[in-house]
């Protein structure tokens, strides 16, 4: 009966989508995508499922071309004096993670005028944030902790009374 309700042991109804997804690939094709992708998006793709793991290959060859592009673009490479290229979790940890982070969130994209957005290839980036966010993104990266920012807080009342000891003693 098409009235009946399907039970929650039933399996899920058939995919309805018209075209194919990734998942629907052939593996060929798979491997031909991930062969094309530098080492910050393999990694993504490999920890994205578990038939994807054991296909995307984040070997030292494709860290060692992720860390040169950076560095013909002049963009910050990892600052360790001893870069542990052996597995992606020793390779991720320390400044790589950082640049990872950056990256993610396109603010390298805004490090040299002209280079355009490097996740997209594009011109200009269409992530550019806004002065609200690129001020907070600079203040965590000068890392003003709570003491710093009660330091501050507390010359501007200071500073303000100042100027207004000095307005009264001029006017």
């Known amino acids: 009966m098409?009235?009946?309700?399907?039970?929650?042991?039933?399996p899920a109804p058939p995919n309805t989508q018209s075209g194919p997804t990734l998942s629907t690939l052939p593996p060929e094709l798979h491997l031909l995508i991930a062969r094309h992708l530098i080492y910050p998006d393999a990694l993504s793709?490999?920890?994205?499922?578990?038939?994807?793991?054991h296909l995307v290959d984040t070997g030292v060859q494709l860290k060692v071309e992720w860390l040169m592009e950076r560095r013909l673009l002049h963009l910050e490479c990892p600052s360790d004096q001893r870069c542990d290229l052996g597995s992606d979790l020793r390779f991720c940890r320390g400044s790589?993670?950082?640049?990872?982070?950056?990256?993610?969130?396109?603010?390298?994209?805004?490090?040299?005028?002209?280079?355009?957005?490097?996740?997209?290839?594009?011109?200009?980036?269409?992530?550019?944030?806004?002065?609200?966010?690129?001020?907070?993104?600079?203040a965590r990266a000068r890392s003003l902790d709570p003491v710093r920012w009660m330091l501050i807080m507390s010359l501007v009342p200071m500073a303000v009374g100042w100027v207004w000891v000095l307005g009264a003693m001029l006017f």
């Open 2 to 10: 098409a009235s009946e309700r399907q039970s929650p042991s039933d």
């Open 45 to 53: 793709l490999k920890h994205a499922s578990r038939h994807f793991y």
């Open 96 to 138: 790589v993670k950082l640049l990872m982070q950056r990256r993610r969130e396109h603010i390298e994209c805004e490090s040299r005028p002209g280079l355009g957005c490097l996740i997209y290839g594009t011109r200009t980036c269409p992530h550019a944030r806004k002065l609200k966010t690129r001020l907070r993104k600079w």
